[in-house]
């Protein structure tokens, strides 16, 4: 058996964030969840409808691997990626690493791994790997599918051939931090003021701030846009609650991220988007507990209710995010050091 020594196989709430955490504790960079989601400018909103589509979706993230990227970006890392259509080039590539005493970030799809929980197909899962033998693989996961985890060489392989929605090319990938990492402070103004721009100009009306909008308007229609709303309806509040990471369609985490950084930046700004992210995400709870009993009861009002509150929290965020766009404008001050 090959294993990176001194991992740390800590399991968090959210994939990308868990494997990104493993990769940065191995280089002596040890951030929370919600830094790492935050300075990884993870926070979105999507609202996607469509004719090949069984049901709408409303995701709160940036897209898969964006936050690796952002994260890559806002701290100065160096991010090597390897990608290949050959099964057998895209071992070599992982066994390369390992070997080298390097754990490694893989992307797949979550529905082949032996232990995942949940049978859906989800080419956009990350994990990371820092073992191997002749049979198996050794992983970290989320907190939820068990953190330090086994999967077979063979299942491991399916899921990085997989070929689909969010899928990619045997990705793998490693993180390397340098020695002279920017502040404190210009790297949370840099990570905020990022998302907060990206938010609040989305390119089209299914985006940010808009997306929320347009979802309030259009979930009124869920009932009929379904002949199984008590399966449809319950299933995309679970969703929003449990693939939300923590509920409320990560804006907990997002939250959190904001609270963790007036410990270091004396902002107004910044304690009004936190504020503002603490009422969202309360009522994004309930805005899934609505569409749930809605599915279940048949109950057009419940989606009713639901879409009021959609148009509060498009506001809301909206409020959010100008107060943080304009992050680092107000001469703050630092209560730490970088």
């Known amino acids: 058996m090959t294993t990176v020594t001194d991992i740390d196989a800590r399991g968090m709430r959210h994939c990308e964030t868990t ?7 191995h280089q002596g960079l040890d951030l929370s969840e919600p830094m790492l989601f935050g300075l990884g400018c993870g ?18 993230r940036v ?17 090597v990626v390897q990608e290949t259509t050959s099964p057998r080039r895209a071992w070599q590539n992982v066994v390369a690493q390992v070997d080298a005493g390097h754990p490694v970030g893989l992307q797949l799809d979550s529905y082949h791994l032996d232990y995942f929980t949940s049978k859906v197909h989800f080419g956009g899962h990350v994990v990371a790997l820092y073992g191997y033998d002749d049979r198996n693989a050794h992983l970290v996961d989320t907190d939820q599918q068990g953190g330090a985890v086994s999967t077979s060489l063979t299942s491991l392989a399916q899921a990085r051939a997989a070929r689909g929605p969010m899928t990619a090319r045997h990705r793998s990938f490693t993180l390397t931090a340098a020695s002279d990492l920017p502040s404190l402070r210009d790297r949370i103004v840099a990570a905020v003021t990022a998302c907060a721009d990206a938010f609040l100009n ?6 940010g701030h808009r997306g929320i909008e347009k979802a309030g308007k259009l979930v009124g229609t869920w009932l009929r846009r379904t002949d199984d709303p008590r399966r449809d309806l319950p299933r995309a509040a679970h969703l929003m609650e449990r693939a939300g990471t923590g509920g409320a369609l990560f804006r907990n985490l ?9 410990h270091h930046l004396d902002s107004g700004r910044l304690r009004t988007g936190h504020g ?19 599915g279940e009861s048949g109950d057009a009002r419940h989606l009713v209710q639901a879409g009021t509150l959609l148009g509060d929290l498009s506001r ?14 107000e001469q703050p001050g630092l209560h730490a050091p970088a």
Do not use: H
């Not at 926070?43 to 709160?60: A, E, H, I, Q, T």
């Open 19 to 25: 494997a990104l955490g493993v990769l940065l504790r």
């Open 43 to 60: 926070l979105s909103f999507v609202y996607w409808d469509g004719k090949n589509m069984d049901f709408p979706f409303l995701g709160g």
């Open 63 to 79: 897209r898969p691997f964006d936050l690796t990227r952002n994260l890559a970006r806002v701290l100065g890392l160096e991010l």
């Open 202 to 207: 989305p390119p089209i009306a299914n985006l």
């Open 254 to 262: 997002y939250r959190d991220f904001l609270a963790e950084c007036t």
């Open 276 to 294: 503002r992210y603490a009422e969202a995400a309360t009522l994004w709870t309930q805005v899934a507990a609505l569409i749930a009993e809605a």
């Open 316 to 329: 809301i965020e909206r409020e959010a995010m100008q107060a943080l766009s304009r992050l680092g404008t």
